[in-house]
């Protein structure tokens, strides 16, 4: 019993991991899931569009407040999303 116990908590705990890594790097604003895709991924004007003005921007920098959560978008010089970031 004890080893069953063991066993679903580690397919459990692993599962979790998993699930964070695929949706590192992105964040919801409203309907639309906003990530870093990489060089065809969404820029500037994608994220204006879906997630509206940032809270506030510095440099390449855009920081959107989703209730108690922060997220950190980075863009590259071309415009496009370098990678986003929980920032707590």
Not at 65 to 77: A, L, N, P, Q
Request: proline share 2%; glycine share 12%.
């Amino acid at each position: 019993m004890k080893i069953k116990t063991l066993l679903i908590t580690l397919i459990a705990a692993f599962s979790m991991l998993m699930f964070q890594s695929v949706y590192a790097g992105s964040m919801r604003c409203g309907s639309h899931i906003i990530s870093d895709g990489g060089r065809t991924g969404p820029g500037a004007y994608e994220v204006l569009k879906r997630c509206g003005e940032p809270t506030f921007r510095q440099g390449n920098s855009w920081v959107y407040e989703k209730g108690k959560k922060r997220y950190v978008i980075v863009f590259k010089d071309s415009g496009q999303i370098s990678s986003i970031k929980r920032a707590n």
